[in-house]
């Protein structure tokens, strides 16, 4: 199967009901990423961290291993801002902070996640004006990123979540409708395993604008522990000419380090690398 350069999710510090595996500094994580035999991290952080570049880029040439995606979830999660917000003020500062993972993730060589901080439309609203509204505002933050090199994933979520893109093909459809350029779908196997009727037509349907793939098993604990079939998840990736990162997202259980050994003797047993 085909090369696949392989990424772990990582942060400062996380609760253990969270999908991280490595925490600590982004140099500790990028050190442990690399001895465990992965090729990048992820990594969950504030658009206010201050972060030195000229150490992280050493340690990343040293060890041989990058950093895929910055994500933004915590811009809503801490900070409760989010794109489709009915107050100005705080969409105004959504883009900005926005705009500020894009400058980090420039100088990281790396793309942004888009997932929770898109945020939810109100029951009983009008979609179309919210969809409107978030893909107006996805314009902005997409010609940010690429007039910087800084692609935007937008992560597919399950409904419990989020009520916004929660299928592939939901997202693809957005992505079509506005003519999203620098924008691609990020899918991940939890949440598919929830929300897709066929994970492989789902797979499928983005051929051309896959542009970063979590992975866990149906339970969310590593990949192998469950019933999914990594085997036709990675041939269909293979299918459709996919070339980004997979990227471990799954609970620290029984802990981290034990869930990022398993998942990464599972995967390269599938794809043979
Ligand atoms: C983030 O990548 C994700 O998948 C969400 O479910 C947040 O945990
Ligand atoms: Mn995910």
């Given at each position: 199967m085909r090369n696949w350069k392989l990424a772990i999710s990582s942060a400062d510090s996380a609760p253990a009901t969270s999908p991280i595996l490595l925490q600590g500094t982004v140099c500790d994580n990028l050190e442990k990423a690399a001895s465990l035999g992965y090729d990048a991290i992820e990594v969950h952080m504030r658009e206010t961290e201050p972060i030195d570049i000229d150490i992280i880029s050493e340690k990343m040439k040293k060890h041989n291993v990058r950093i895929a995606m910055v994500l933004t979830g915590r811009l809503n999660t801490e900070a409760h801002l989010s794109l489709m917000d009915d107050d100005e003020n705080i969409v105004r500062q959504a883009i900005e902070g926005l705009k500020r993972y894009i400058d980090i993730a420039r100088q990281l060589d790396a793309g942004i996640v888009i997932g929770w901080a898109k945020g939810t439309i109100p029951p009983g609203e009008k979609r179309e004006l919210y969809m409107d509204r978030l893909a107006n505002h996805l314009r902005t933050i997409s010609g940010y990123g690429l007039k910087r090199n800084v692609p935007i994933n937008l992560e597919v979520i399950n409904r419990y979540e989020t009520n916004v893109f929660n299928t592939a093909l939901e997202t693809v459809g957005f992505l079509q409708k506005y003519s999203l350029k620098n924008c691609f779908v990020h899918l991940d196997t939890f949440h598919m395993n929830i929300e897709e009727k066929d994970m492989y037509d789902a797979i499928r349907c983005c051929?051309?604008?896959?542009?970063y793939f979590h992975v866990a098993d149906n339970d969310r604990?590593?990949?192998?522990?469950?019933?999914?079939n990594f085997e036709r998840i990675f041939s269909t990736l293979g299918e459709i000419g996919y070339e980004g990162y997979i990227s471990v997202e799954c609970l620290?259980?029984?802990?981290g380090l034990t869930a990022a050994k398993n998942s990464i003797s599972q995967i390269k047993r599938i794809i043979g690398n």
């Open positions: 051929k051309g604008r896959l542009g604990n590593f990949v192998g522990h469950g019933e999914l620290p259980i029984p802990d």
